[in-house]
Antibody
Framework: EVQLVETGGGLIQPGGSLRLSCAASGFTVSQSYMSWVRQAPGKGLECISFISGDGRTFYADSVKGRFTISRDDSKSTKSTLFLQMNSLRAEDTAIYYC???????????WGQGTLVTVSS | DTVVTQSPLSLPVTLGQPASISCRSSQSLVYSDGNTYLNWFQQRPGQSPRRLIYQVSNRDSGVPDRFSGSGSGTDFTLKISRVEAEDVGLYYCMQALNWPWTFGQGTRVEIK
């Protein structure tokens, strides 16, 4: 069974840094699309970054240069997706979801989300 | 960016009646492999999104067959043949062809 569990959210001051983690199991991460999607309070969904099976990384303009996606799939049974978030702004306040797809449609399964609040 | 536009944004429906949501993309979503990369997601109140349909018309495992997707090129539709109480929530279409992948604004389905 595919499982995605995000951790690392919290309250952070503007300009601060935070690192989100997503523990993935039940599928082969190195053969999947792994993404971060965020949802600001009461708003819609925004894809901000993904890493392909072959390790290529992509970012939305809204986070480029501030956020870094990476993964650790050194363990055969469990892999972890990361999102390093620097220079955080109030507009980065959102629920951050980890998402994955072993197929070509990019997003299938979602984690439960972790809330990031950027406020002084 | 590829703009995805949904309509309506609010959809009050009587239980047991059909519902239809439209999704239009600013660019064709047909890839060179012949597939069309348009997904539909459901987000129930307080929950994470859940994919219902991928590549226009393929239902995901466990999705009731009252949900169906259709369309081609830039115009797509999600239909619920008979709305049930558990179908209340937000529905999003998403284009998965061009980065950044983009979602429609969401359509809120509610019971009249």
């Amino acid at each position: 069974e595919v499982q995605l569990v995000e951790t690392g959210g919290g309250l952070i001051q503007p300009g601060g840094s935070l690192r989100l983690s997503c523990a993935a199991s039940g599928f082969t991460v190195s053969q999947s699309y792994m993404s971060w999607v965020r949802q600001a309070p009461g708003k819609g969904l925004e894809c901000i970054s993904f890493i392909s099976g072959d390790g290529r990384t992509f970012y939305a303009d809204s986070v480029k240069g501030r956020f870094t996606i990476s993964r650790d799939d050194s363990k055969s049974t469990k892999s972890t997706l990361f999102l390093q978030m620097n220079s955080l702004r109030a507009e980065d306040t959102a629920i951050y979801y980890c998402a994955a797809d072993t197929g070509d449609s990019k997003i299938r399964c979602w984690g439960q989300g972790t809330l990031v609040t950027v406020s002084s | 960016d590829t703009v995805v536009t949904q309509s309506p944004l609010s959809l009050p429906v009587t239980l047991g009646q059909p519902a239809s949501i439209s999704c239009r993309s600013s660019q064709s979503l047909v890839y060179s492999d012949g597939n069309t990369y348009l997904n539909w997601f459901q987000q129930r109140p307080g929950q994470s999104p859940r994919r219902l349909i991928y590549q226009v018309s393929n239902r995901d495992s466990g999705v009731p067959d009252r949900f169906s997707g259709s369309g081609s090129g830039t115009d797509f539709t999600l239909k619920i043949s008979r709305v049930e109480a558990e179908d209340v929530g937000l529905y999003y279409c998403m284009q998965a062809l061009n980065w950044p992948w983009t979602f429609g604004q969401g359509t809120r389905v509610e019971i009249k």
